[in-house]
């Protein structure tokens, strides 16, 4: 049985994808209906990792069911690795030579995979890392 916590915060989902689902009968809203998705993917990575296995399969269903309408698929393989996007920032023009350090990590959830990138902080692209 879900926590008080877990009932509240999928409450939170529910709402977003109602959200989701008025975007798409409003003449196809796509970009109110991706929103819906970030605003799932925010909420769900501040609680997520505080809560059930359960919890984080029904937010993960969630998410793939609304994704699949849109027809954004998932894969089972790490789509980018920490190397490929630093160096993809690199070529970037930042404000001040600043480049984000981020990594990606691949969290696993129910036999899924969901790449997910952090960033931790700026650096200049003279520093040494």
Not at 95 to 112: E, F, R, T
């Amino acid at each position: 049985m879900p926590s008080k916590e877990e009932t509240e915060h999928f409450a939170n989902i529910e709402v977003l994808v109602k959200k989701f689902e008025d975007a798409m009968e409003d003449d196809f809203n796509t970009a109110d209906a991706v929103s819906a998705i970030f605003e799932i993917v925010r909420e769900s990575n501040s609680t997520v990792k505080d809560f059930s296995a359960d919890y984080a399969k029904k937010v993960l269903k969630v998410l793939e069911d609304l994704c699949s309408v849109l027809g954004i698929e998932t894969t089972k393989e790490p789509r980018y690795t920490t190397k490929m996007v630093t160096e993809f920032l690199r070529t970037k023009p930042f404000a001040g030579q600043y480049v984000p350090k981020v990594s990606v990590q691949v969290l696993k959830i129910d036999g899924h995979e969901l790449d997910v990138l952090t960033i931790h902080r700026l650096y200049k692209s003279s520093d040494e890392e």
